[in-house]
């Protein structure tokens, strides 16, 4: 029997800070901690396959989870996009960014308007933009997240990270699923 995203549990985000190195898979322990730009190192990793894959955006509520780090009510609605990060047409990374109503207004209602675009290219480009503390899940078969990231429900768990990210003050939350596959392209031809 499938489950809809709010009815699945949600995964349990700890800080980054108080992880100890010695749960986390050491291959991903670089791209979990790392602070700087996603975008940019998968560009570089992928040199020039790197692409992102729109999967869905729309107003929806956010899980519980989401909506305590941005400080939103339970009932409020934000824009949900979720996008694979793509090396050479192999999703690395799902990306699922939650903007609040209030975030998406002004000059920061070109975050409704990314499509294909990286997110970070935008956030990463902004001097405005303060991030803060990355925190870590593992998540497995039955988290919310889990089969929308991996396509699949059951298999082994998959970790990820987030953050709040602040721009002109205002919050939008992006978490990153890394997937199984991370780091294998297809070979240079």
């Known amino acids: 029997m499938k489950h809809s995203l709010a009815e699945r549990r949600e995964p349990r985000w700890r800080r980054g800070a108080v992880i100890s190195r010695r749960v986390l898979p050491?291959?991903?322990i670089s791209w979990l901690l790392q602070t700087p730009s996603l975008t940019q190192r998968l560009k570089q990793?992928?040199?020039g396959g790197f692409r992102?894959?729109?999967l869905s955006q729309n107003w929806q509520r956010p899980m519980r989870n989401e909506c305590i780090a941005l400080g939103m009510r339970h009932h409020e609605f934000g824009l949900v996009r979720q996008v694979h990060l793509l090396c050479h047409q192999r999703p690395w990374v799902f990306a699922r960014t939650v903007i609040p109503i209030d975030t998406a207004t002004g000059a920061e209602r070109r975050l409704t308007r990314l499509g294909t675009r990286p997110l970070g290219a935008l956030l990463f480009a902004d001097r405005t933009v303060r991030r803060d503390e990355l925190e870590i899940a593992s998540i497995g078969p039955g988290d919310a997240l889990y089969a929308v990231a991996t396509g699949a429900h059951d298999g082994a768990a998959?970790?990820?990270r987030r953050s709040v990210f602040r721009i002109a003050d205002k919050p939008l939350l992006v978490s990153e699923i890394f997937l199984a596959g991370l780091g294998e392209a297809e070979p240079r031809r």
Do not use: A, E, I
């Open 45 to 47: 990793d992928c040199c």
């Open 52 to 54: 992102v894959r729109l």
């Open 26 to 28: 050491p291959p991903l």
């Open 158 to 160: 998959v970790w990820g």
